[in-house]
């Protein structure tokens, strides 16, 4: 069965700080996917970034980026100078390529991280 | 550019009662997904559909059900309502159902309150 762990319940940082959410996953297939969301106050849930698990290469976008380490099982993501704006409740999730397609995800539990001005 | 479309945004129902969710995915996406989210908790996949066939399917309620239409918006109709079943319903579209490419798109999510 797949899991997926994010030991983090809440962070809370000064504006500015650099900020890193964990995240560990458990899965029996060898093709997988991962992702991380983002779910802002207002509520919607947005899309960050999509890993593939046969493409560990680390990618930066502007002051996010991902760690990807499959012999850890884990998929970080660093916020770099965070921003009030950046408070949001950041979800990571799993899908398996070994069902029939359209897959549903398996989520972590969330990090709520909290940035102060 | 266009996203996914949830109607109504918020419904308030009572015990017993039935509801009906709308989700319009995004233009030319032909998949389409169904989450709950509980108070607090993380989205819960319910159900998938594919060409208006259902692909997978997660825990969705037996008083539960939902289809796909022929120009690929979805609905998920909820019977026997119960005070539990108050929770974010989101609807997320994709194109195309294979793993490798299908990255859900979520929509803003309806807000059930069962009193």
């Known amino acids: 069965a797949q899991k997926v762990t994010q030991a983090q319940t809440e962070i809370s940082v000064v504006e500015k700080e650099d900020v890193t959410l964990d995240c560990v996953y458990e899965?029996?297939?060898?093709?997988?996917?991962l992702f991380w969301y983002k779910q802002p106050p207002s509520g919607e849930l947005v899309f960050l970034i999509r890993r593939n698990s046969f493409d560990e290469q680390n990618e930066i976008s502007g002051r996010y980026s991902w760690n990807f380490q499959k012999s850890t099982s884990s998929f970080n993501f660093t916020i770099t100078a965070s921003q009030v704006v950046d408070s949001a409740v950041y979800f990571c999730a799993l899908s398996e390529a070994g069902g029939g397609g359209a897959d549903g995800l398996t989520f972590g539990k969330g990090t709520h991280l909290i940035i102060q001005p | 550019a266009a996203g996914v479309i949830q109607s109504p945004r918020h419904l308030i129902k009572e015990k017993r009662e039935t509801a009906t969710l709308k989700c319009y995915p995004i233009p030319r996406h032909d998949t389409v997904y169904w989450y709950q989210q509980g108070p607090g908790q993380d989205p819960q996949f319910l159900i998938s559909f594919y060409e208006k066939m259902q692909s997978d399917k997660g825990s969705i309620p037996d008083r539960f059900s939902a289809q796909q239409f022929s120009d690929y918006h979805s609905e998920l109709n909820m019977s026997s309502l119960e005070l539990g079943d108050s929770a974010l319903y989101f609807c997320?579209?994709?194109?195309?159902?294979?793993?490798?490419?299908?990255?859900?798109?979520f929509g803003p999510g309806t807000r059930l309150t069962v009193l």
């Open positions: 899965t029996r297939d060898t093709t997988y996917y």
């Open positions: 997320a579209s994709s194109l195309g159902r294979h793993s490798s490419t299908d990255t859900q798109y």
